[in-house]
């Protein structure tokens, strides 16, 4: 199964370098310099290609881009046709004091709606990208949340998180974003707003 990361800000890079020597990756960048150069770093082949021609032979796409950007590039790019297409964003507001929606909507609805025929699956967005630099074993009990309409593709998506060395919860239709993004954005206010870090993440706990 191969992947391609669109974006390689610091969720492309993490996730790129848990990834990288398990699984066939796919970088679609802008900058087939830096992206070539990035590659040569990790283990297994990796190869470089633009946004369509990564998402056109791969499996699964992940949009490693900011809100706006993978929005537009979900209206535009039509190799996401009938792929996998994960949405790791948050949709923050320009000074990240907020979000830019919610609860009658989220930015995996949104991104569903401008790709129809792909089958859009809300994951790693509650996840900080300095987590992908711990041990593994750091991180296996981290919940990476998985949301969307196509079961299948949830499972693959919650298998790739497992892959990446994190733990997976399946929450339930895409629907289930409206309440992920909020959790993403509680978990962006504590760590930077209230001062704890980026070395935290939500979980829940089973008591008695």
Same mark, same amino acid.
């Given at each position: 199964?191969?992947? $391609?990361? !669109?974006?390689?800000?610091?969720?492309?890079?993490?996730?790129?370098?848990?990834?990288?020597?398990?699984? @066939?990756?796919?970088?679609?960048?802008?900058?087939?310099?830096?992206?070539?150069?990035?590659?040569?770093?990790?283990?297994?082949?990796?190869? %470089?290609?633009?946004?369509?021609?990564?998402?056109?032979?791969?499996? *699964?796409?992940?949009?490693?881009?900011?809100?706006?950007?993978?929005?537009?590039?979900?209206?535009?790019?039509?190799?996401?046709?009938?792929? *996998?297409? %994960?949405?790791?964003?948050?949709?923050?507001?320009?000074?990240?004091? =907020?979000?830019?929606?919610?609860?009658?909507?989220?930015? $995996?609805?949104? *991104?569903?709606?401008?790709?129809?025929?792909?089958?859009?699956?809300?994951?790693?967005?509650?996840?900080?990208?300095? !987590?992908? @630099?711990?041990?593994?074993?750091?991180?296996?009990?981290?919940? %990476?949340?998985?949301?969307?309409?196509?079961?299948?593709?949830?499972? *693959?998506?919650?298998?790739?998180?497992?892959?990446?060395?994190? $733990?997976?919860?399946?929450?339930?239709?895409?629907?289930?974003?409206?309440? !992920?993004?909020? !959790? =993403?954005?509680?978990?962006?206010?504590?760590?930077? =707003?209230?001062?704890?870090?980026?070395?935290?993440?939500?979980?829940?706990?089973?008591?008695?």
């Amino acid at each position: 199964m191969s992947i $391609a990361i !669109l974006g390689l800000g610091n969720m492309g890079k993490g996730l790129a370098k848990r990834l990288a020597g398990k699984t @066939d990756i796919v970088f679609g960048a802008h900058d087939n310099a830096a992206a070539t150069t990035f590659a040569g770093l990790l283990p297994g082949h990796i190869k %470089v290609a633009n946004y369509h021609d990564a998402a056109k032979i791969s499996d *699964i796409i992940i949009l490693a881009l900011p809100y706006a950007a993978a929005l537009a590039e979900a209206g535009s790019n039509r190799a996401f046709d009938d792929k *996998i297409l %994960v949405d790791i964003t948050n949709p923050v507001n320009a000074d990240y004091s =907020g979000l830019l929606m919610g609860h009658s909507t989220s930015a $995996a609805e949104e *991104i569903q709606k401008a790709a129809p025929r792909a089958k859009v699956v809300k994951a790693f967005n509650t996840i900080f990208s300095s !987590l992908f @630099d711990a041990p593994p074993a750091a991180t296996a009990n981290v919940p %990476v949340f998985v949301a969307g309409n196509d079961a299948a593709a949830v499972g *693959i998506v919650a298998a790739l998180a497992r892959t990446a060395g994190f $733990a997976s919860e399946e929450v339930g239709d895409l629907s289930q974003a409206r309440l !992920l993004e909020p !959790l =993403g954005m509680l978990n962006i206010r504590m760590g930077f =707003g209230l001062g704890k870090g980026t070395g935290i993440a939500p979980n829940w706990v089973t008591v008695g």
